[in-house]
């Protein structure tokens, strides 16, 4: 697949070395030479150095023959102005753009549209990371939280902990614990490796679990991997940007929320936006001021800054001083795994969450959701099977059967709203929903190779 990514930056750097193990021909541009530099020198691309919207840079790129175009430039206006131009001039089937400003989003279907800017997908980091953390706050003492087929069925990750019943435990005494409920872990990160993960595999504390099940089962299963957290009450925002003002409109109707910010002005705006959360000029990383704002009693304390160092020092001291649980966002991704786990209970990667987003659109085959995990190296994904039993290759198969690609494991089909989790017993048949787990995500194309129906079904 022939795919230009306009801006070279954290997300377009992410999204380039996803996709450049993939069996793409990629190009990407930008008008930082430093940073297409270190993409050269790491992967097989193309880099080309210009302004993103010129044309005639993109037809350097090009873009006559171009099957998607992804702009996630720092610029709002560059992004859509270079879908337009390859649109209108170029014909390029797909484009999808990173929307950042809220006054273009409040007007998405209008400001998006075929004869105004015709963008097929748009992404907001902002709200992607707004959901993330919003997920996290649901199931405390969660690390992640992903939705597959609008929510029934969520895939999530814990940390398992001495205490909980099942640690120490064969993952097969689940069913005795919780016979009334359905789960199955589809994968285990010890020490930071993965491990294929049986019915005979012990769960050790300290491991990392990833398993699935119907929502409202979620908690039930938590509850055997650790000791089940109290529902968060209080919390506390550090940074009032777009993610802060976001969270805090997202959590103030049934949370205790106090908001700090240190510009003036924006704290002002914040003030008339936010109705039932308490907007406080200052700086997080003020011992007095936490003290004074009562940061022991703080369930959690989030902060979202665009300064990883002050978020990972105000966070910190939050926890010191009697915090909860920490999150902080974390730009640099290579910090995440480093600083999570002590005081910082919860490291966001805002270019992992959009990354999944992005490459929902990009995969081949009817792929309705894709999470990028672990720093990239693994995925989730939801895939709709279609065909029958001559022109597919999984429909009237039953799991345990299905070719699957080393480290892949398939959790859960949803089929006509209900969940039917993965036993190699179950039959997949046509238009159902199948979420599948890579713990190497360079088998994505024979993921998709093993999806694609027979052109003679059609």
Known sequence: MKIIIL???????TLARNLATEDNDISIIDTDKNQLSVLANQLDLQTIYGHCANPTILQSAGIED??????????????MVACEIAHHLYHVPK???????PQYLKYKEKIFASDVFPIDEVISPEKVVTDYIDKLISFPGALQVLDFANGLVQLVAVKAYYGGPLVGHAIAAL??????????????FRKGRPIKPDGQTIIEAD??????????????????????????????????????????LKLEKDHEVKLIETNKNRTIQ?????HQTVVLRGDASDRDMLKNESIDQMDVFISVTNNDAANIMSAM??????????????????YTDLIQGSEIDVAISPQQATTGSLLTHIRRGDVTAVYSLRKGAAEAIETIAHGDEQSSQVVGKAIGDVPLPPGTSIGAIVRENKVIIAHDNIVIKSEDHVILFMVDKSVINDVEDLFQVDASFF
């Open 207 to 248: 491991d990392e679990v990833f398993f699935i099940a119907a929502k409202p089962n979620i908690r039930k299963v938590m509850g055997e991997l650790q000791r089940l957290e109290h529902p968060y009450e209080n919390i506390m925002i550090a940074g009032g940007g777009n993610v802060g003002e976001g969270l805090a």
């Open 66 to 79: 171009a099957d998607i175009i992804i702009a996630v430039t720092n610029s709002d206006e560059t992004n």
């Open 175 to 188: 069913k005795d614990h919780m016979p009334t409920v359905d789960t199955r872990v589809a994968a285990i």
């Open 95 to 101: 484009k999808i753009a990173r929307v950042r400003s």
């Open 270 to 274: 914040l003030a008339e936006k936010l």
């Open 7 to 13: 801006g070279a930056g954290q997300v377009g750097g």
């Open 317 to 334: 001291l939050a926890k010191h001083m009697g915090a909860r649980k920490t999150m902080v966002l974390i730009n640099r991704t290579e």
